[in-house]
C-alpha cells in the first residue's frame, strides 16, 4: 500500500491531512519564514537555509524573499536559477527548474489541483501534476504557471500571463491564456 506521499509524487489522489505531509510541510514553512526574515546582508544564512529548504540549490540559485512553497524539496533546479521577490511553488508534484532560469516577482507555480467532482473535493483529496521550465527561460513578472505545463527552453513568458498548455522551445508567449506571438528571436 503506497503512503500519502507515494500517491502525492506518483499525481494521484492523496489525502493532504497526512501526518508525514503535514510534518513536511511545516518544515518547509519553517524555513521559508527564516529565509524571508534574513536581512541582505546576511548572504552566507539565505544560501545556507536556501540549500536547507531546496536541496537541490546550488551555490548559483538565489531567492529574493519572500518566497513561498509548500514543501521546498520537491523543487528541482539544474543550475544557476534567480527568483525575484514574493513568488509561490506550490511543489506537491517536482517542478523543473532549468539552469539560467529568471523568474519575476510574484510568479505563481502550482503544481497542486483539486478533483473536478464534488464528491471528491467533499472527501478532501487533492493531486498534482508537475511542471517543468526549460533551460534559459525567463518568466515575466505576475504569471501564473498552472499544473502539469512545461516551458521550454529559451521560452519567454509576458508579465501577467496565465499559463495553462505548454510553451514551445524559443518562443514568445503572453496573455490569459497565454499564447505563443513569435519565436523569441
Known sequence: MKTEKEKMLAGELYDPLDRQLS???RRARLLFKALNDTRDDQVEERSRLLMELIPSAGPD???EPPFYCDYGSNILFAGKVF???N???LDVAPVRIGTGVLIGPAVQIYT???PLTVAERRAGTEFGKGIEIGDDAWIGGGSILAPGVRVGKGAVIGAGSVVTRDIPDGMIAAGNPCRVLRPAG
Open 23 to 25: 510534518d513536511e510541510r
Open 61 to 63: 540559485a538565489w531567492i
Open 83 to 85: 527568483l525575484n521577490f
Open 87 to 89: 513568488c509561490v511553488i
Open 112 to 114: 497542486a489541483t483539486h
